[in-house]
RNA sequence: GUGGGUGUGGCUCAGUUGGUUAGAGCACUGGGUUGUGGCCCCAGAGGUCAAGGGUUCGAGUCCCUUCACUCACCCCA
């Protein structure tokens, strides 16, 4: 019986993963540009880090969570997402007590439990962003900057950042009761899933997606119009910032996110060609969130990026698919010759060119093929002539130009001048 | 959790009102070219038609059940 990978769970075969190490590559260029450093963390935690760090009626947290009991019986999570794996980490190991602002990057599998359709899996990767210890609006400016510069360096089209401002505790409950009493009127004409919002958290009805709650929700109370002076300040401040650095923004104040940590500056990154999921990255500042692990009071802010959805992009863009190199294929005919072969292939990929081998002995013909399909740039072909006469032929696959090398010292040499040139 | 769509060689798909040996293109292997790839020509290999049950003289085709994939809702990256 074939055994199949669980719903959900996906491979990603080589020709899909060159794409993804040049994502990747480039996250490492991008991030490292402003001073963000690598943080590597567990794929397991305790349940209660994410219970307490993303909030208990948050619906990943209720529904979503690969929760189980490890031998031991304590209750073991798949991360859902990585902040508050991050936050845990800051905070155990002190990072706090290093007197700068710490900013962190990570790239990594989550996990949740949900329908799969486009752009949503069970096992998904997010390239994380995080950075603590300031709350000044340039911090929250230089996140966003790093976001925008990551997608248009990646050459993504169309990218919007919507932001928007979500206020702090001493702001949010005024404009909670405002938005309970406008929407309390008009009880009998939200959807079933907005009458339980209106108690539970009211901000996520101005999300839903249902045309007669979205209307009632152009109208209702604006968020800022709530704010304090600290928040206005702030959120100004950001804004003017990124429009210093010309970051095409839009101002959502719609826009609601779904985790509880959120406070003031939230934001998403937006491309069109996405489908249903079209939101690329997501975040925002979560000021209360260290405190709340168990650390020092401590701001914070940061988004995660989902490379499926990026890699959806970047494959609708591009016309040729990108493949794994090959500088060259040796191609050689009777033992001796692949003797010889396998050792000078060696001494290739010292040089630090991609070489690939003639594994199977086949025709010459059979192997031209294989140098083809493995796209191979030059061949070199070794027979038992050639090396009777004590050279090589190698081939330039694009120009069909044959130079026949002597074999001696200077070999290695003359061939990687040959890739080279 | 709810709804829609789709399951036929490795891939993309044809397959007529049910009718006898299930097809094509691409990919693969070999040959045409005894040691030279992409184009062309020829040949070959590869399928319990998702699985199980039912109707029928006869099912890839009709009915039922299950499973898988997929899109959307919900939610999120």
Same mark, same amino acid.
Request: glycine share 8%; net charge neutral.
């Given at each position: 019986?074939?055994?199949?990978?669980?719903?959900?769970?996906?491979?990603?075969?080589?020709?899909?993963?060159?794409?993804?190490?040049?994502?990747?590559?480039?996250?490492?260029?991008?991030?490292?540009?402003?001073?963000?450093?690598?943080?590597?963390?567990? &794929?397991?935690?305790?349940?209660?880090?994410?219970?307490?760090?993303?909030?208990?009626?948050?619906?990943?947290?209720?529904?979503?969570?690969?929760?189980?009991?490890?031998?031991?019986?304590?209750?073991?999570?798949?991360?859902?997402?990585?902040?508050?794996?991050?936050?845990?980490?800051?905070?155990?190991?002190?990072?706090?007590?290093?007197?700068?602002? $710490?900013?962190?990057?990570?790239?990594?599998?989550?996990?949740?439990?949900?329908?799969?359709?486009?752009?949503?899996?069970?096992?998904?990767?997010?390239?994380?962003?995080?950075?603590?210890?300031? %709350?000044?609006?340039?911090?929250?400016?230089?996140?966003?900057?790093?976001?925008?510069?990551?997608?248009?360096?990646?050459?993504?089209?169309?990218?919007?950042?919507?932001? %928007?401002?979500?206020?702090?505790?001493?702001?949010?409950?005024?404009?909670?009761?405002?938005?309970?009493?406008?929407?309390?009127?008009? @009880?009998?004409?939200?959807?079933?899933?907005?009458?339980?919002?209106?108690?539970?958290?009211?901000?996520?009805?101005?999300?839903?997606?249902?045309?007669?709650?979205?209307?009632?929700?152009?109208?209702?109370?604006?968020?800022?119009?709530?704010?304090?002076?600290?928040?206005?300040?702030?959120?100004?401040?950001? +804004?003017?910032?990124?429009?210093?650095?010309?970051?095409?923004?839009?101002?959502?104040?719609?826009?609601?996110?779904?985790?509880?940590?959120? &406070?003031?500056?939230?934001?998403?990154?937006?491309? $069109?060609?996405?489908?249903?999921?079209?939101?690329?990255?997501?975040?925002?500042?979560?000021?209360?969130?260290?405190?709340?692990?168990?650390?020092?009071?401590?701001?914070?802010?940061?988004?995660?990026?989902?490379?499926?959805?990026?890699?959806?992009?970047?494959?609708?863009?591009?016309?040729?698919?990108?493949?794994?190199?090959?500088?060259?294929?040796?191609?050689?005919?009777?033992?001796?010759?692949?003797?010889?072969?396998?050792?000078?292939?060696?001494? @290739?990929?010292?040089?630090?060119? &991609?070489?690939?081998?003639?594994?199977?002995?086949?025709?010459?013909?059979?192997?031209?093929?294989?140098?083809?399909?493995? %796209?191979?740039?030059?061949?070199?072909?070794?027979?038992?002539? $050639?090396? +009777?006469?004590?050279?090589?032929?190698?081939?330039?696959?694009?120009?069909?130009?044959?130079?026949?090398?002597? &074999?001696?010292?200077?070999?290695?040499?003359? @061939?990687?001048?040959?890739?080279?040139?």
């Amino acid at each position: 019986m074939e055994i199949r990978s669980i719903r959900g769970m996906n491979d990603i075969l080589p020709e899909d993963s060159i794409l993804w190490k040049q994502v990747r590559d480039t996250m490492h260029y991008v991030l490292g540009s402003y001073g963000f450093r690598e943080i590597l963390i567990p &794929v397991l935690e305790e349940t209660r880090l994410f219970q307490r760090g993303i909030g208990e009626t948050t619906d990943i947290v209720e529904k979503e969570m690969y929760t189980f009991e490890d031998k031991s019986g304590q209750s073991l999570t798949l991360r859902p997402e990585a902040t508050a794996s991050i936050v845990r980490a800051y905070v155990q190991h002190h990072l706090y007590a290093s007197g700068k602002v $710490e900013k962190l990057y990570f790239w990594g599998p989550m996990f949740r439990y949900e329908r799969p359709q486009k752009g949503r899996y069970r096992q998904f990767y997010q390239i994380d962003v995080e950075a603590f210890g300031s %709350n000044d609006p340039t911090l929250d400016t230089d996140i966003i900057a790093s976001l925008y510069d990551f997608l248009t360096t990646l050459n993504v089209p169309g990218v919007t950042i919507e932001i %928007n401002s979500l206020g702090c505790p001493n702001c949010r409950p005024a404009y909670h009761k405002a938005l309970k009493a406008y929407f309390s009127d008009k @009880i009998d004409k939200l959807c079933p899933d907005c009458k339980s919002r209106l108690v539970r958290n009211p901000l996520r009805i101005l999300d839903c997606k249902v045309e007669t709650c979205h209307e009632l929700a152009l109208k209702a109370p604006n968020i800022h119009e709530f704010l304090c002076d600290t928040c206005k300040n702030h959120f100004q401040g950001v +804004q003017s910032y990124l429009e210093d650095l010309h970051i095409p923004t839009r101002l959502n104040p719609m826009m609601v996110r779904g985790l509880d940590y959120y &406070v003031q500056t939230t934001f998403e990154a937006v491309s $069109e060609n996405l489908g249903a999921q079209n939101a690329v990255a997501g975040g925002g500042r979560y000021d209360g969130l260290v405190k709340q692990l168990g650390g020092p009071d401590i701001p914070g802010i940061g988004y995660a990026m989902g490379m499926e959805r990026l890699i959806m992009i970047l494959q609708d863009i591009r016309k040729e698919p990108l493949s794994w190199p090959c500088d060259l294929f040796i191609a050689t005919l009777g033992d001796k010759a692949r003797r010889y072969g396998i050792t000078l292939a060696s001494k @290739i990929r010292k040089e630090g060119k &991609v070489c690939e081998f003639s594994y199977e002995p086949k025709s010459l013909k059979a192997l031209m093929k294989l140098a083809n399909r493995l %796209n191979a740039r030059f061949t070199a072909i070794i027979g038992e002539d $050639e090396l +009777q006469r004590k050279e090589i032929v190698l081939r330039n696959m694009a120009t069909r130009e044959q130079t026949t090398l002597p &074999v001696d010292d200077t070999l290695t040499e003359k @061939i990687t001048g040959l890739l080279d040139g």
